[in-house]
């Protein structure tokens, strides 16, 4: 197996694994006033929404054919794991302010996005080697 299915199946191996961590480890229930969700779960209904779309780019990892359009599909890849590490910061969506389910959620929801990040950037070095013919 070369380097680019390893690393296409990571990167879809990731996205599923971000999408159903919310059912493993659950966010809280709670709502704020009595009245509304937490801001926690309008983050967490934007991260399902992302990684949705980061499931569907990792899949069609393994339809691409040309280099460039690997390269792009990295690059989104690559952004998305970005915006996912992004949407439980406070300066953006945010979650709860007091410790609870959603903190233990962003822990791995964190490390999952880092990852994802990772792997975008992995398959954009890959594919920029190759479309410049240093690798086969």
Do not use: D
């Amino acid at each position: 197996m070369n380097q680019y299915k390893i690393l296409s199946w990571t990167a879809l191996l990731i996205s599923l694994v971000l999408l159903i961590l919310p059912r493993i480890v659950p966010i809280c229930t709670g709502l704020a006033g009595g009245v509304q969700p937490m801001q926690c779960h309008y983050a967490y209904q934007a991260e399902f929404i992302v990684t949705l779309l980061a499931v569907i780019l990792s899949g069609s990892l393994f339809v691409l054919t040309t280099s460039e359009a690997r390269l792009l599909n990295g690059l989104v890849i690559l952004l998305l794991g970005g915006i996912i590490l992004i949407l439980p910061q406070p300066w953006a969506i945010g979650i709860c302010p007091e410790a609870g389910a959603c903190h233990k959620t962003t822990f791995f929801i964190t490390i999952g996005g880092g990852l994802l990040t990772l792997t975008g950037a992995l398959l954009i070095w890959l594919n920029s080697r190759k479309s410049r013919g240093e690798i086969q």
